[in-house]
């Protein structure tokens, strides 16, 4: 810390208790000042000789034969008029950055100029300012922290903005330029770690980072950060993501972790504002810059604090443009009364919605303009595809979510953004597990959201075991399953008889292996009431088996021996109804009951 050291004599000051101040001396004090609570008992002629107030104000008492002198309101209290006192003695006095502020504006109230005395105390403390005070980063910080106690006094004397556009002028600066001490706590950033890999030993010691200066502004108010701030951008040499992570950092330091903290009548209007500051440094260009979650995160408070609506659509827009980079925790929106979920639903359905339309204006812009560089993309779909789904298993927890609710969101995106309905089957799993009140017809629409067509093996293992799972959705599985294991094997055998059979050929074969599939399908197109009726027939049946199909669960092999008994002979039965996300199969006339009995028994073998 820098430091300015005034006069020459030994400091003659003495206390006696806490309210009077006086001065050793061999002559008799003549003058009484009350500052505040505390009264100094000094000598006219050395004041006299430094401030011309002083002057006027001496004539004054004199003529109302008055000893003692009130200053009401002085600047910086009796520690500043000390330090003035002091002064007019050629006493010792030493200036530095937490008392300079006060005993510059103190010299100013009491007209301590060049025009009553040469080399006055005004002069001084400005050569300091200049010289040392705001060259030093620190320095400069803690002034500005000082002034506010000064206030307007230190506004009108232009210190404020001195200190603020010190700051702002340092923060540009080009960090390899950097060669005073700071504060970093922080793990460097991917760039900053990325450019020290290739540099030695002794360059990554002073090697700088971006954002080297966040943390120490971070110890000012907020209406001075919020100067500050507006200043840094203003010298236009900041990037959008060195700003949001001193956004971020000034939010960690300063918003409380408990929610029961940041509802509290004593810190919400604190909170507010805080909250409302970060919203509005947050920089211009939406698109680059803050992280989708530190702006969810952000919208989680200004909900919790009551901030305006102005700053939370602001929030919404941003995280819009970025809601493939979110996570499904991030979206976890505790919802406020009167809604009686956990999360706010309607919320995110919202911000889904403005991204797919944000997503359709910019495919429109692409095209016409020939872009092919913005930021939403297919990629992106498929992000927000899978984070959906994600939210949704998250949700599907609660047990006041409604069914509508969970099917709005789910196709509030649209179906190419699901190439595979693993995730989503999963949030269907959890939604059936915890509301075991749902009826047959709710199950039924639920899952004819989910697409068996595009479940994955694992997903289809599970659902074919699933008994959460309305009973036409599992035999869509198993025959979906099966028409995938035909395919595969087919393809073994056109690859191991390529040198006899022709590609024609094969794909005859295939045709038919389908085409066989379909018809039995057809014959087991039941009630579901009548389907249970015979699964005993066909658990006997199922022992008789020798094929893989035994090594699932008793329920999926019970539909496997249905499916694939029931072509020989028994073409008066009916399978359930299947999905509406799935081809219903063609009925299948009695003709074709030799056929099919065939073409099962070929098919048996090859899956086993």
């Avoid at 340092?170 to 020290?196: C, E, F, H, M, Q």
């Avoid at 609506?309 to 979206?331: F, G, M, P, V």
């Avoid at 039941?526 to 015979?534: G, L, P, S, T, V």
Wanted: aromatic share 8%; with cysteine; glycine share 4%.
């Amino acid at each position: 810390m820098k430091f300015m050291k005034l006069g020459s004599k030994p400091d003659a000051f003495q206390a006696d208790g806490k309210c009077i101040r006086y001065v050793t001396s061999d002559l008799a004090t003549d003058v009484t000042i009350n500052v505040g609570e505390v009264r100094f008992y000094l000598h006219k002629f050395p004041l006299l000789s430094k401030s011309s107030r002083f002057r006027k104000l001496v004539l004054k008492a004199s003529e109302e034969c008055c000893d003692e002198i009130n200053m009401v309101d002085f600047p910086g209290g009796p520690k500043a008029f000390e330090i003035c006192a002091k002064f007019c003695y050629g006493m010792t006095v030493t200036l530095n950055a937490y008392n300079v502020v006060a005993a510059c504006c103190a010299a100013e109230y009491l007209e301590m100029t060049e025009d009553v005395d040469r080399g006055n105390l005004i002069f001084k403390i400005e050569v300091f300012l200049n010289s040392s005070i705001f060259r030093s980063w620190k320095d400069s910080i803690i002034v500005l922290q000082t002034t506010k106690s000064v206030l307007p006094w230190s506004e009108n004397l232009k210190i404020v903005g001195r200190c603020i556009d010190s700051i702002a002028s340092k923060t540009s600066l080009d960090p390899a330029k950097i060669t005073w001490s700071y504060t970093y706590n922080r793990k460097l950033s991917v760039s900053d770690k990325t450019a020290g890999d290739g540099m030695k030993f002794r360059e990554k010691i002073v090697s700088v980072p971006k954002d080297w200066w966040v943390e120490d502004i971070c110890e000012l108010d907020i209406d001075l950060y919020k100067r500050v701030m507006t200043a840094v951008k203003s010298k236009g040499r900041m990037d959008g993501v060195t700003i949001c992570e001193a956004l971020k950092t000034y939010a960690v330091r300063w918003l409380p972790d408990s929610v029961d903290t940041l509802d509290s009548d004593v810190h919400s209007w604190r909170n507010k504002l805080l909250v409302e500051t970060i919203v509005c440094l947050l920089p211009s260009d939406r698109d680059v810059g803050c992280s989708c979650s530190f702006l969810l995160k952000l919208l989680k408070v200004a909900i919790l604090v009551g901030v305006d609506n102005s700053a939370k659509e602001d929030l919404l827009k941003r995280i819009s443009l970025k809601l493939y980079e979110a996570s499904a925790k991030d979206l976890l929106i505790p919802a406020r009364p009167p809604q009686t979920t956990l999360y706010d639903i309607e919320m995110v359905l919202s911000i889904v919605k403005r991204y797919m339309m944000l997503s359709r204006d910019l495919d429109v812009a692409k095209n016409e303009m020939g872009c092919t560089d913005l930021v939403l993309g297919h990629g992106s779909l498929l992000s927000v595809g899978k984070l959906i789904d994600e939210y949704l298993e998250e949700i599907a927890r609660d047990p006041n979510l409604s069914l509508a609710s969970f099917i709005d969101l789910s196709q509030s995106v649209p179906e190419f953004a699901r190439p595979v309905h693993d995730g989503l089957y999963k949030a269907i799993d959890t939604y059936l597990k915890e509301h075991l009140s749902l009826t047959k017809v709710e199950r039924k629409k639920l899952c004819s959201l989910m697409d068996v067509k595009k479940l994955t093996m694992d997903a289809s293992m599970h659902a074919a075991q699933n008994e959460r799972l309305p009973l036409r959705v599992v035999v869509q599985v198993l025959f979906f399953e099966q028409v995938r294991s035909v395919a595969g094997v087919q393809k073994l055998r056109d690859t191991s008889h390529s040198t006899t059979n022709t590609d024609e050929e094969s794909e005859k074969t295939a045709a038919e292996d389908c085409n066989s599939l379909e018809k039995q399908m057809s014959r087991i197109k039941i009630k579901e009431d009548a389907f249970q009726e015979k699964c005993e027939l066909a658990k006997q049946s199922s022992k008789n088996s020798k094929s893989g199909i035994q090594l699932l669960p008793s329920r999926s092999r019970r539909m496997f021996d249905k499916l694939w008994g029931f072509g020989k002979g028994h073409a008066d039965n009916r399978s359930s109804e299947t999905s509406a996300s799935s081809q219903s199969p063609t009925s299948m006339v009695p003709g074709d009951t030799k056929s099919s009995g065939s073409s099962s028994r070929n098919r048996r073998h090859s899956i086993s």
